[in-house]
């Protein structure tokens, strides 16, 4: 769109740009955790859909590739753990003493003349 001096206004581009983003990001978020939850089927080169003996799709889980991007994806997000009562996490927190807030464990230090660093 140009304007009556002849500048090019970008605003309905900014506009557009932002809404294609959004909706990319939305479709990606959708597609990664259906294929998460929910696992691929198993197709030959063609795309054709590999049948089992009982002429069934076979499913298998994610895979890790594609648990990395949406691990990463959630990292780009800035999430990087939401707490569930009783998943691993949870329960490996509580066997540590762990509270809420683990900012207050830290590695045990080694007195400097216990390290033994191999000579060359």
């Known amino acids: ?63 890790a590739a594609t648990l990395s991007v949406a691990r990463q994806r959630l990292k780009d997000l800035g999430i990087n753990k939401i707490p569930v009562a009783g998943d691993d996490a949870d329960s490996l927190r509580k066997e540590l003493g762990v509270e809420d807030d683990p900012s207050h464990l830290e590695m045990p230090k080694l007195p400097s003349d216990e390290i033994k660093l191999a000579s060359a």
């Not at 990001?25 to 054709?48: I, P, Q």
């Open 1 to 63: 769109m140009t304007t009556n001096a002849g500048r090019k206004d970008n605003s309905m581009t900014e506009t557009t740009i932002t809404q294609v983003r959004e909706e990319l990001s939305d479709e990606l978020d959708r597609t990664l955790l259906d294929v998460v939850r929910n696992g691929v089927y198993l197709t030959d080169a063609s795309g054709n859909a590999i049948l089992d003996a009982d002429g069934k799709a076979i499913k298998r889980t994610a895979p």
